[in-house]
């Protein structure tokens, strides 16, 4: 297959004679278009939805929210995703809701009803995400089911309401599975086609794996929730694009007793349940990257191999000793996640090569598990520090400790001097206060806007303090008093 | 019987729209053919001396139709407000990163913003002044620094039984508007334009178009249906865009449209004032000021914009609610090479509260005493009524107001079972306050304190009405279609209202200063009522009764025996050749003032609230929440409830964003580094309080003829949220009792918190 330079997305006239075709209200819409051409535009410019906005066009201010609905059987599995950062051949073999979707009958969705009934929209651009977002609630679109509206709507900003207004409509309408049989029909009629200007979209890891040979440094994108910024605000020209959000056989969780092996295409609110029984803490972990629309596109597959420094996700798997297994061809090799990381900007990973999957073992009865992330805002935000501990105790002495952190080094790293501090010593407060001391010299962070090396380093060994408090019975987290207040 | 508009809980007139995804922003126009698509080249780098621009690789580009610098503007190189400072395009120097060198007019938004990049700016670095500090040192100021003052602060600090000082640093804040920059302008005939602006301001847009294009007023329309939020930030600031976009139609013949992209936009535009505030305060034993000396200094950054009298109204604002019998308020007003700050609801207002919101904190600290009786006991009284500015408080509601909250938020319990989990926990502390808040209400440059109005009464009885005032979500066109509804006791669905446009209203101010309903209302009222009495004078003739005595009823028009649909009025007298259209206009009255002696009365009268908070800090992160907050505010006689408790609720969590998790972080060049959603966070959902009470006072009625004697609600609540960052204050203290106030500066962020909380236990 040859590669081209992308052409921007037109919209043609009979449908499946394009080389995307997604399912819209009922039609079949079929569009030419190029690797990184955005769904943000074509709904707007091109097919002239104008419901939903540009906000910040990368994907953190969610006014671009629409739902993406995948068959699955006889129903469609809906989730919400930011538009701006998504790339139409992401839609190939969809269906696609937007907030014209929901009134296209006539009437208003009763979310919509509440939503004007409570007086949830001011000045009404970030209003068509909100509802989007509840809409998706409202028929158990992925990650929202049994949680908190507030976190349904992280990933939605609004600068004028307050949000109380919107909780209240969110809370209103209650939740129940839609009547997608003409869209699951729908769906069926739809030809995907696997390739375009540009770019691939090979449906098993055998063909990834034959495309990576064939165009080595071809760019992989999952979910588009880091490299869609590299388009809409770097103005990148990325090269051949190989699109891995469909290929099925790396789309897969297994759980067995000893731990975890995720594909690199499962998207963050997927694992989140089975990270979850892995230890609470994880589950914590993944509720607060992005909001749910960035959870329901980025991966954590994509997450390790950008090596972004503050990789939320690497910190805590290197904490509990994750194993990342990658291809090229029909070669795979394995190392310890934290040995994949190189410096700032680099990995192992060779220009042929791909992430297959990462392991991450089951912690050992009685290890104490603690993430945390601090940032400056809780939900929604980057970290400035992001520490993980995996501590077991034996008899009352350290039997073995890792330790990890995110944002403290150019690349998330283990804090080797921490861990030599604790292992083996006598579980104490004491043994802890060494051990906070020895983390300063583990590192050397740097001052940016997310924080000072000062605030860096101090939070960091207080993170080891907290968990030594917290072990001791205190209370330590400012979130567990928000439930609980009177 | 009559149902009145005014006073109920009118949904918003968009709102319909807006959940529909059906209500028209700019950029959602269908595009005209030809329309061109703009992106400014801007400075990458700070203060330098501008020496040449290389756009050949920028013409190159297949695509691009045209490149303009301030070499090609026809009249006068200026976007700025007042002063004459602020070019459309950098000339000879570059003031601050991220200003406009030239603009790019291709096919489409990402040509046009992929060719700006590939500009060769020749520059000379020059040294870069960017905080307050390095300018105070340098004494860079756009303007002299100002002192109000009132009795003998000196004095009276000399002879207080008790004396501290202190400083506060206060960060700035991001509009964030949720719908960025934009602006639309196609060409009409004889060199006219119409220009869709996303704009606070389209009079000003008007003007500035016309001084940059040297063509009169009178060949520039703007029009404005509605903004995607604006706080301030598109009261200035959307200059810039509908310019360029006006410049580009008329050199081209073709429709241009900008729109910014989000981090272009925060680089680009001004921002809320960063200050830093000092303080030498005089008290008795009991907390009540005797003296005090406040010093105010803000960075205005690159040019002048409305930074003098955004700084006057920071020292309007450093009394707040309180009697300060001798006292002296100087404020500097620093020039840097950072991107020119502006207009952010509050206004400055926000910036001089925090002020003396933080010395009553200082007083109760440093006497023992609990906060609020240190509030309670320096608010003013009658004989303790004159503000530092010499205007008189008549209408003081703040005691009451207090007191009300104070106990239906039960301060004194709920203060104790603070101190006792205090006592229980050691990680986590938290952290009570009650803070007020007292808000003159009129712009503070007298003139513009006018507005005008145009109803238009058709023969089928339905209304259109239109008014300098814009839409930018805060419900100004519902509420004052009500006060036009009730005039004519229609329903308020039979006022169709329509964009902003300045060739209905002209010559109009700002929607700003919380003066929307205020001013616009009452133009609205008056053209309304010129209409309705002319009707009634009709009526009277036609029906054989006093005109005075014709009633309009929910039911129709009642005149002598008839009840006459309005509809049908409308019809009669329109075969009865009466005009059924009237301008309105009104100017607000009382208020003048001396700039020169700082003195006078600048406000019509002040919006008065109250905000209890109650929050947890982290002490070994510095994380923190906002766990409960109860409001009481006076909006006088409320125009409509539900929107004004939206604008308290709206407006104090944006205030608690500029006072917790909101921060602007710039490099020693001036460069902002958080200058998108991933680095900038406003609050989200979960950041609301898990519980918030809000109630607008019920005993609240303006004392002054405003419309229906209500009050302006636009910016006052935005200062309740001063309760957090003094709750957040006392957490921190708790950390250490007896060793002092924190040095907690705004924003509260996690890292200043744990920082406060380290100093603090620290010290000796």
Redesign the interface.
């Known amino acids: 297959m040859a590669i081209r330079p992308t052409v ?1 997305a037109e919209t043609v006239t009979n449908p499946g004679g394009g080389n995307v075709s997604f399912l819209l209200d009922g039609e079949i819409v079929s569009v030419t278009a190029g690797a990184t051409d955005s769904v943000l535009d074509l709904l ?2 091109k097919l ?11 994907g ?2 969610g ?1 671009c929210t629409v739902l993406l609905g995948d068959p699955d059987g006889e129903a469609v599995n809906w989730r919400a995703v930011n538009a701006c950062i998504l790339f139409v051949p992401m839609l190939d073999g969809k269906a696609l809701k ?3 979707s ?2 296209a009958g006539g009437d ?1 969705h009763p ?2 009803r509440e ?3 409570r ?10 995400g909100f ?1 989007m977002s509840l809409y998706g609630r409202s028929v158990g679109a992925a990650g929202t089911t049994g949680e908190p ?3 349904v ?2 990933g ?12 209240e409509a969110g809370e209103a309408v209650p939740a129940g599975p839609g009547d997608d049989a003409g869209i699951v029909a729908g769906l069926r009629t739809i030809a995907r086609s696997n390739a375009g200007p540009g770019w691939f979209a090979p449906e098993t890891s055998d063909e990834l794996a034959e495309l990576m040979l064939a165009n080595p440094g071809a760019r992989i994108v999952a979910g588009a929730t880091d490299v869609g910024l590299w388009v ?2 770097q ?1 990148r020209d990325l090269g051949a694009v190989i699109f891995i959000g469909d290929i099925a056989d790396l789309r897969t969780i297994e759980e067995t007793p000893d731990g975890l092996r995720i594909g690199a295409g499962v998207r963050y609110n997927e694992t989140r349940a089975a990270l979850a029984r892995l230890d609470p803490q994880l589950g914590e972990l993944v509720r607060r990257i992005g909001g749910v629309q960035v959870r329901n596109s980025g991966t954590i597959g994509g997450n390790i191999a950008n090596g972004s420094p503050i990789g939320d996700m690497p910190p805590a798997l290197i904490a509990l000793g994750a194993v990342l297994t990658l291809r090229r061809g029909d070669e795979r090799r394995s190392m310890a996640l934290e040995d994949f990381f190189l410096s700032y900007g680099k990995q192992d990973r060779a220009a042929d090569e791909f992430v297959e999957s990462v392991f991450v073992p089951r912690p050992a009865t009685g290890t104490i598990v603690r993430v ?1 992330k ?9 970290s ?1 520090v992001c520490g993980a501990f995996a501590i077991s105790i034996d008899r009352g002495v350290v039997s073995a400790a890792r330790v990890a952190f995110g944002g403290m080094a150019g690349i998330p790293a283990r804090a080797a001097r921490c861990e030599a501090a604790l292992f083996g010593q006598e579980w104490s407060g004491a043994t802890v206060e060494h051990a906070a001391l020895a983390l300063a010299e583990d590192f050397r962070p740097l001052d ?5 090396a ?2 860096r380093s ?2 960091a060994g ?2 080891l ?2 968990l030594w ?1 917290e072990q001791s019975g ?6 567990d ?3 609980d ?1 009177d | 019987m009559t149902e009145r508009s005014v006073g109920a ?1 009118r ?2 007139d ?12 700019i ?2 126009i ?2 005209p053919p030809g329309l061109l698509h703009l992106a400014f080249g801007l400075a990458a780098d700070g203060h330098a001396r501008l020496l040449g621009i290389d756009l050949d690789a920028v013409r190159a580009v297949p695509g691009v139709v045209g490149v303009y610098t301030a070499a090609d503007i026809p009249g006068v190189n200026d976007v700025s407000p007042v002063k004459g400072d602020d070019r459309l395009f950098a000339d000879g120097e570059i003031l601050y990163p991220g200003q406009p060198l030239f603009v790019v007019a291709a096919t ?1 938004v ?1 040509i046009a ?2 060719a700006a ?1 590939k500009a060769v700016v020749d520059v000379e670095p020059l040294p870069a002044l960017t905080t307050i500090a390095q300018a105070k040192a340098a004494g860079s100021v756009i303007e002299e620094a100002q002192r109000m003052a009132r009795g003998d602060a000196a004095a009276a600090l000399d002879a207080a039984p008790h004396r501290i000082s202190g400083t506060l640093e206060m960060g700035g804040q991001e ?6 920059q934009v602006a639309l302008a196609v060409p009409g005939e004889d060199g006219q334009v119409h220009v869709l602006s996303s704009t606070q301001h389209p009079s000003e847009i008007q003007h500035l178009i016309a001084k940059v294009l040297g063509c009169s007023h009178a060949d520039v329309t703007v029009e404005v249906r ?6 301030g930030g598109k009261e200035t600031q959307a200059a810039a865009f509908a310019v360029a976009a006006a410049l580009v139609a008329a050199k081209t013949g073709r429709p241009a449209k900008i729109r910014a ?3 272009d936009d925060m680089a680009m535009t001004g921002k809320r004032h960063e200050f830093s505030a000092g303080y030498d305060v005089g008290f008795t034993p009991d907390g009540r000021i005797a003296g005090i000396r406040i010093e105010l200094a803000s960075r205005c950054g690159a040019t002048w914009d409305l930074s003098s009298a955004i700084n006057d109204r920071a020292m309007f604002h450093a009394d707040n609610c309180y009697w300060l019998p001798a006292v002296e308020i100087v404020s500097h007003r620093l020039k840097t090479h950072t991107v020119s700050n502006t207009a952010f609801r509050g206004f400055g207002g926000p910036q001089g509260m925090l002020a003396i919101e933080r010395v009553m904190d200082a007083i109760a600290v440093h006497l023992g005493l609990d906060p609020l009786s240190v509030r309670q006991v320096n608010l003013y009284a009658p004989g303790r009524d004159v503000t530092p500015y010499h205007m008189t408080v008549t209408d003081n509601v703040a005691p009451e107001i207090i007191a009300e909250l104070a106990e239906q938020a039960e301060y004194a319990r709920r203060q104790a079972a603070v101190a006792e989990f205090n006592a229980r ?4 502390k938290k952290g009570l306050a009650l803070t007020p808040v007292k808000f003159g209400i009129s712009f503070t440059t007298t003139h513009l304190n006018q507005a005008g109005a145009l109803v238009l009464v058709y023969a089928d009885g339905s209304i259109q009405i239109n008014h300098g005032g814009t839409e ?4 100004l066109m519902i509420k004052v279609a009500q006060v036009v509804a009730d005039v004519f006791a229609v329903p308020v669905d039979r006022v169709r209202v329509t964009s902003t446009r300045t060739d209905k209203v002209p010559n109009t101010s700002a929607t700003a200063a919380s003066s929307g309903a205020d001013l616009n209302g009452m133009a609205a009222f008056r053209a309304a009522d010129t209409v309705r009495a002319r009707l009634a004078d009709f009526l009277g003739d036609r029906f054989g009764c006093q005109a005075g005595d014709v009633r309009f009823t929910a039911d129709g028009v009642v005149a002598g025996d008839e009840l006459v649909p309005f509809e049908t009025v409308c019809r009669m007298a329109h075969l009865a050749r009466v005009s059924l259209s009237s301008t309105g206009f009104y100017a607000t009255p009382h208020i003048h003032y001396d700039r020169a002696t700082h003195s006078g009365r600048p406000f019509l009268y002040f919006a008065y609230g109250a905000a209890l908070s109650e929050v ?3 002490t ?6 906002v ?2 907050v109860d409001i009481l505010h006076d909006v006088g006689r409320s125009l409509n409830p ?2 004004d ?2 604008q308290i ?6 205030g608690m964003g500029w006072l917790t ?1 909101e ?1 602007l ?1 710039y490099d020693d060049r001036g460069r902002l ?2 200058h ?4 900038y ?8 309080p ?3 009470d809000i109630r607008l006072w019920a005993a609240g009625l303006n004392v002054e003829a405003t419309i229906h004697r209500s009050k302006a609600v636009g910016e006052p609540p935005f200062m309740l949220a001063i309760s957090v960052f003094s709750a957040l204050t006392a957490a921190v203290a708790a950390t250490a009792p007896g060793k002092g106030l924190p040095a907690l500066d705004a924003p509260a ?3 200043r918190i ?2 406060a909380v ?1 100093e603090l236990r620290a010290r000796g």
Do not use: W
């Not at chain 1, 007086?119 to 068509?128: A, E, L, N, Y």
């Not at chain 1, 940016?448 to 000072?452: E, H, K, L, N, T």
């Not at chain 2, 930018?472 to 419900?475: A, S």
């Not at chain 2, 998108?676 to 680095?679: G, Q």
């Open positions: 921007a707007r410019y002239r939805r104008t419901g939903t906005k540009e906000g910040c066009a990368e953190d201010c006014a937007t907030v014209e929901l009134s208003l979310v919509q939503m004007i009934d007086h949830g929209s001011q000045c009404g651009f970030c209003t068509p509802v509206v507030a976190d709507i992280a939605n900003l609004c600068r004028c309401t307050g949000y109380g207004p919107i909780l809409t605000k103005h945390t601090l940032t400056k805002r809780f939900d929604s935000d980057i400035a940016d806007a997310r924080g000072s000062a605030y101090l939070a207080n993170l303090r907290r408090a205190e209370k330590v987290s400012v979130l008093l928000v439930s207040h | 809980s949904r918003h968009s709102a319909e729209a807006h959940v529909a995804g059906r209500a028209v922003y950029d959602d269908a595009e489409s990402e913003r992929r990049r509009h964030f508007y949720l719908e960025g509605r903004m995607g939020g604006a706080f992209d989000r981090d926990n050691t990680v986590l930018m979500g805060q419900g947890v800090i982290d070994l992160t510095g994380e923190h929440r766990l409960a539900a929107i408790l939206g609720e709206g407006a104090f969590v944006q998790t921060e972080v580094l958080t998108a959603p991933s680095t966070k406003i609050p989200t959902a979960g950041d609301r898990a519980r918030m962020t996690p890292e744990l920082m380290g």
